[in-house]
């Protein structure tokens, strides 16, 4: 499974950003697919994370209620819809995929992309 993260970039607080992960790779649709990030000088954290096949949605509690994950199966890609974003939620963000069951767990994620960094501003 291949990953490719985009979307990132500066913004103010209280502004909207959507994140895409593009996935490719024979089974990928096997996956599911988790967005986490990494704050600076901090560890990194669940965000959420989608099945593609069931399309059911799991967030963590770092962005509960300002984010929305969704995928696109003609586009092979996962969104992250962040909203309201504030100061803390700058860090780089990253989409991995996984085979496992605890949705949650950054150890059950064997393929990650590279990261895309969301900067916000006050």
């Known amino acids: 499974v291949q990953l490719q993260a985009s979307g990132g970039g500066l913004v103010q607080a209280g502004a909207s950003l959507r994140l895409s992960c593009a996935a490719s790779?024979?089974?990928?649709?096997?996956?599911?697919i988790g967005w986490f990030r990494q704050p600076p000088g901090k560890e990194r954290e669940f965000v959420a994370a989608?099945?593609?096949?069931?399309?059911?949605?799991f967030y963590g509690d770092s962005m509960k209620g300002r984010v929305t994950i969704a995928r696109d199966f003609a586009k092979n890609t996962v969104y992250l819809q962040m909203n309201r974003l504030k100061l803390e939620d700058t860090a780089v963000y990253y989409c991995?995929?996984?085979?496992?069951?605890?949705?949650?767990?950054?150890?059950?994620?064997?393929?990650w992309g590279q990261g895309t960094l969301v900067t916000v501003s006050s």
């Open positions: 989608i099945r593609w096949a069931s399309n059911s949605p």
């Open positions: 790779g024979p089974t990928f649709s096997e996956y599911p």
């Open positions: 991995a995929a996984q085979r496992g069951t605890r949705l949650d767990l950054i150890s059950e994620y064997p393929y």
